[in-house]
């Protein structure tokens, strides 16, 4: 998820900061639309969700036990 969060956050940032004007913007526009919608991003992505949560808990048990 972390790795998700930074991609879309120097995109974000690329997109704001970018001095290529309007048609870099349009083209990775259309790149993360695109992206967003397939499956396989979906799946990844829910697969990373999930990962971080068992390792979330995974760590408050830890912190538990101490």
Do not use: C
Not at 9 to 31: P, S
């Amino acid at each position: 998820m972390a790795k998700l969060s930074f991609l879309a956050g120097f995109g974000a940032g690329y997109v704001l900061g970018a001095r290529a004007g309007r048609d870099r913007y349009e083209q990775i526009r259309r790149a993360y639309d695109h992206a967003k919608d397939d499956p396989r991003l979906q799946s990844l992505a829910g697969t990373l969700r999930a990962q971080a949560d068992n390792a979330v808990a995974a760590a408050k048990s830890d912190l538990r036990d101490r």
